[in-house]
């Protein structure tokens, strides 16, 4: 970087080792825009083929694809969960929903397969050449766990994390030595794994396990030279401690310090662990609840659900008036 470039920059309050990670996420984003796409465009063209192998995949024990029997040994009998758990992960988020947690049962499918043949699949994600998929998997395992999180199912979401952990140590050994971009991707899963785990943890009222990931998530931030505005735990040494937010002042603050750092947000009552949004719903006539996330639809004015056309046929007629005036007013 020239001088002037790095004068710029200085004094718009951005750092070299800031710019240069703003400038790669733009490129990943850029990067899973066209993955997601060409996803698509193999969906389409596979999307009357009797197997369920969605599309090509490459894996270390050889190519999987529709209509190509038996899978290659090494490779688990139902990968095509992944792929189909894949797919429905690239949809993305969408503004006002629920955006991918809405495959919440394609996400749940998938991990009781891992953990019905937990020993072929760890042993699948050992391949410096299946790197994509142990990525796919945490993400996948990442965002089912985040629902569970938030829906107050703890055990559950401990569960997932526990399988994610194990992956992701699978998916750093072979990240070790790759292209910058894949150790960039892993490391901030790892990020995004810990996360969920120490907010997990705080639910739990587990607050010494909290300590360390503390400490570690800070660490990333600061490493990457996060700004206070950026930073999701950096800013709170500066903001609690009233201490410069460095990676030094981190490693030399106490485990008092930290624990002081982690419970003076949830004094103060700003903590809200669960969210309406990924809560399940239930049927408003046999109150019957869904088996997972958007199971059921609901109804045009969007205020009631059911659990299927029968039930909504007998709630009607008390509902048709009530379910106009909404529709009329937006």
């Known amino acids: ?73 090494g490779v688990p009998v139902n990968f095509a969960l992944k792929q189909m758990a894949a797919a429905a992960l690239d949809e993305g988020v969408k503004p ?20 019905a043949d937990r020993a072929t699949w760890l042993h699948f994600f050992e391949y410096k050449d299946n790197f994509q998929h142990a990525e796919n998997t945490c993400g996948i395992l990442g965002t089912l766990a985040t629902i569970y999180r938030q829906r107050g199912w703890l055990a559950d979401c401990e569960r997932v994390l526990d399988m994610e952990s194990e992956v992701l140590v699978r998916y750093e050994r072979v ?39 503390y400490r570690k998530l800070a660490l990333f931030e600061a490493e990457r030279d996060y700004s206070f505005e ?27 310090e930290v624990m002081r750092i982690i419970m003076e947000p949830m004094k ?18 046999c109150h019957a609840q869904e088996p997972s996330l958007g199971t059921f639809p609901s109804c045009a004015c969007k205020v009631v659900y059911y659990c299927g056309k029968d039930c909504q046929k007998k709630d009607w007629a008390g509902h048709k008036g009530q379910c106009a005036a909404r529709k009329s007013k937006g």
């Open 175 to 213: 990240s070790v030595g790759a292209e910058a971009a894949q150790v960039s991707c892993c490391q901030n899963l790892a990020y995004k794994y810990h996360i969920i785990r120490y907010n997990l943890c705080l639910q739990l009222e587990r607050y010494s396990e909290s300590i360390e990931l």
């Open 96 to 115: 006002g929903g629920v955006g991918n947690m809405r495959s919440e049962s394609v996400y749940r499918e998938y991990f009781d397969d891992l953990v």
């Open 230 to 256: 950026e930073s999701n735990f950096l800013f709170l040494i500066t903001a609690i401690l009233k201490k410069k937010a460095t990676a030094k002042v981190l490693q030399r603050l106490t485990d008092e």
């Open 268 to 285: 103060r009552g700003r903590f809200s662990f669960q969210t309406d949004r990924v809560q399940l719903r239930v049927c408003t006539v």
């Open 1 to 73: 970087m020239d001088a002037s470039t790095a004068a710029k920059l200085e004094s718009m309050g951005i750092s070299d080792v800031a710019a240069a990670r703003q400038a790669w996420e733009a490129a990943q984003a850029e990067q899973v825009k066209q993955h997601s796409k060409k996803v698509k465009e193999i969906q389409r063209e596979y999307k009357d083929c009797p197997e369920r192998v969605l599309h090509v995949s490459g894996t270390a024990f050889g190519f999987v694809a529709p209509g190509v029997q038996p899978l290659p040994d």
